[in-house]
């Protein structure tokens, strides 16, 4: 089974901008129909969908917030990328990257995803 590997600093300042990488083992990134997603759960939230790119054509982005996110993906290294600008302590969350061939964009349909991160926490604070 495909165990996806979400890497970054555990500790962001507020301002400045979160980073956060997701390593994609023994399956490639560029398969047809693959969604490759973020998604977080604030403390003592349920989870929130961020964003996705898809194996080729435009990226989705959660209208809460595309005005501050970037995802990409680096082919060459079967990854991809988590930018989130401008945080606050209210973006501490854990943080996860997840793929599926079928998922419902805007929405969180855990059923739909076939790839999982372990997920990995980020706090928000000076």
């Known amino acids: 089974q495909v165990q996806l590997v979400e890497s970054g600093p555990g500790l962001v300042k507020p301002s400045q901008t979160l980073s956060l990488t997701c390593t994609v083992p023994?399956?490639?990134?560029?398969?047809?129909?693959?969604?490759w997603s973020w998604l977080r759960q604030p403390p003592g939230k349920g989870l929130e969908w961020i964003g996705a790119?898809?194996?080729?054509?435009?990226?989705y982005y959660s209208s809460s917030f595309k005005t501050r996110t970037s995802i990409d993906k680096d082919t060459s290294r079967n990854q991809f990328t988590l930018e989130l600008r401008s945080v606050t302590p209210e973006d501490t969350a854990v943080y996860y990257c997840?793929?599926?061939?079928?998922?419902?964009?805007?929405?969180?349909?855990?059923?739909?995803?076939?790839?999982w991160g372990q997920g990995t926490q980020v706090t928000v604070s000076s």
């Open positions: 790119i898809p194996h080729s054509g435009a990226t």
């Open positions: 023994g399956t490639s990134i560029t398969a047809d129909y693959r969604y």
């Open positions: 997840a793929g599926g061939s079928a998922v419902t964009i805007g929405v969180v349909v855990k059923e739909e995803y076939d790839f």
